[in-house]
């Protein structure tokens, strides 16, 4: 048998970089499930800023369409904290305050696609789906924020969260 002698010499070693998305997946993949689903709905909210300004009213109505009357009812209560009047729960209503929320139209779109995110895995969609959708409309900046994002997430769901 054939021994090597044991020197302090430094053995090559090769570094493996990780692609943000991966990590993202990752991550999702090693948290409980309330990590999961907030890593989730961050990811939502990247994708809602990434979205182009002309794209936001179509991108709010496909969102509109597939809440349910109680989904309605939070987002027109929102809608009413903006002092747009008094909201009525209905998607004709929300579609017309739309426009008027100026700078807020973002966040309006980040909550009805939040509900819509949770409708979605209510029905039975993976998160990992879900979130391998999401991602894969981020730029890589926002891909590294929101890597970064997981790995706070990983954290908290390791020192104790529970979930």
């Known amino acids: 048998m054939t021994r090597f002698p044991i020197t302090k ?12 998305a991966d990590a993202i997946h990752v991550i999702s ?3 409980g499930r309330e990590a999961r689903r907030q890593l989730l709905g961050e990811a939502l909210r990247a994708w809602v800023d990434e979205i182009p300004e002309e794209e936001l009213e179509s991108q709010y109505a496909r969102a509109l369409a597939d809440l349910d009357q109680d989904d309605l009812s939070l987002l027109a209560a929102w809608h009413g ?3 747009l009047g008094q909201p009525v729960p ?9 426009g008027t ?9 980040k909550l009805a696609a939040g509900f819509r995110g949770e409708d979605v895995l209510e029905e039975g969609l993976t998160e990992d789906l879900a979130l391998e959708t999401v991602v894969g ?19 908290w769901d390791r020192i104790g969260s529970e979930n």
Do not use: K, Q, T
């Open 9 to 20: 010499a430094v053995l090559p070693m090769s570094l493996c970089f990780v692609d943000p």
């Open 81 to 83: 904290s903006m002092d």
């Open 90 to 98: 209905n998607r004709d209503f929300l579609m017309g305050a739309f």
């Open 101 to 109: 929320l100026g700078e807020h139209r973002r966040e309006a779109l």
């Open 29 to 31: 993949d090693s948290v």
């Open 137 to 155: 409309w981020l730029s890589p900046e926002r891909l590294m924020a929101l890597a970064a994002e997981a790995m706070d997430l990983y954290i």
